[in-house]
């Protein structure tokens, strides 16, 4: 007989990135935008100029991404951790139309179906962080969390000294442009992990072409040396990275993917740990009528 993993051991995935090493929780992307760094044209002045085509891939995520859409989207979520015996995968359900206690239901631990005590476990752990989401935004002044199975918020980023990086020669790959953000990470997250946020450098990612325009299809958070963020002891490595795939009609952005790698010594101890969430069977669902754009608009008046 397989032998179950312990129900209580993982967690949302997106507020899962570092619980044993004092954890980058809810991404908060402040600050203004400034690119000193990116040339005033293309090399070939063949596309738009690199600034204008980060600014509105960035104005595109932050109005076609999952959850800020007024779309719904019905998702399976798999969250493989850890290596060998101290692995695990879970396969969720994923229902944005409902309340974000019920938007997460436990399909399937190892291969099989979870039993009623370990839906029941989940569900608890689930309550638990909704409870520290919302205590957090609170305590941070934001609007309370909605419990969102991704915690991206696409406020406004930091592209202060961006810097478009140089195409890769072994590639030919001629849709994609990578840009650099030097403040991006350290800007996103404020609270407890802002002290290890700002050891962070950060890469997005950016479908030059497209029917709804440029937008962003991946994002990466990495250190470049060891640090010390506060009393959890030293990380050596941090690497996640994110993929996103468009749905262009009706123009929604959605994850497709996210991979965190965890090198760290704590308390005497070393811990090294690694996740891969996918995210596969994407059906969306149009907005209620009092959700879309118009109906918000006359709600309020």
Not at 1 to 22: E, H, K, Q, S, Y
């Amino acid at each position: 007989m397989t032998r179950r993993a312990n129900p209580r051991r993982a967690g949302v995935p997106a507020a899962a990135w570092l619980v044993a090493a004092g954890a980058l929780a809810a991404w908060l992307i402040v600050s203004a935008a400034s690119a000193d760094e990116i040339p005033a044209t293309s090399p070939d002045h063949s596309e738009p100029h690199p600034l204008e085509m980060l600014e509105q891939a960035i104005e595109n995520a932050r109005t076609m991404m999952i959850g800020q859409s007024p779309h719904k989207v019905v998702f399976r979520q798999t969250v493989a951790s850890g290596d060998g015996a101290d692995s695990e995968v879970r396969v969720l359900h994923v229902d944005t139309r409902k309340a974000p206690e019920d938007r997460l239901e436990l399909v399937a631990i190892n291969g099989q179906a979870a039993s009623d005590l370990e839906r029941a476990a989940y569900r608890k752990e689930r309550q638990e962080q909704l409870a520290a989401q919302r205590a957090a935004a609170a305590d941070d002044g934001r609007e309370e969390e909605d419990g969102a199975s991704v915690q991206i918020l696409f406020g406004n980023f930091d592209i202060t000294g961006a810097s478009l990086l140089p195409p890769d020669p072994r590639s030919d790959d001629d849709e994609h442009r990578i840009f650099s953000l030097p403040h991006g990470a350290g800007a996103m997250v404020k609270g407890p992990a802002a002290d290890m946020a700002e050891h962070m450098s950060m890469h997005v990612r950016v479908k030059t072409r497209s029917n709804v325009g440029p937008y962003i299809d991946g994002i990466s958070v990495f250190n470049e040396k060891s640090f010390k963020p506060g009393l959890i002891g030293k990380v050596d490595r941090f690497e996640m990275d994110m993929r996103f795939a468009m749905i262009e009609d009706p123009g929604l952005l959605v994850p497709t993917e996210m991979n965190v790698s965890l090198k760290a010594r704590a308390l005497f101890k070393k811990i090294e740990s690694t996740q891969r969430v996918t995210y596969t069977d994407h059906e969306v669902h149009a907005a209620e009528p009092d959700q879309t754009p118009e109906g918000r608009g006359s709600t309020q008046q």
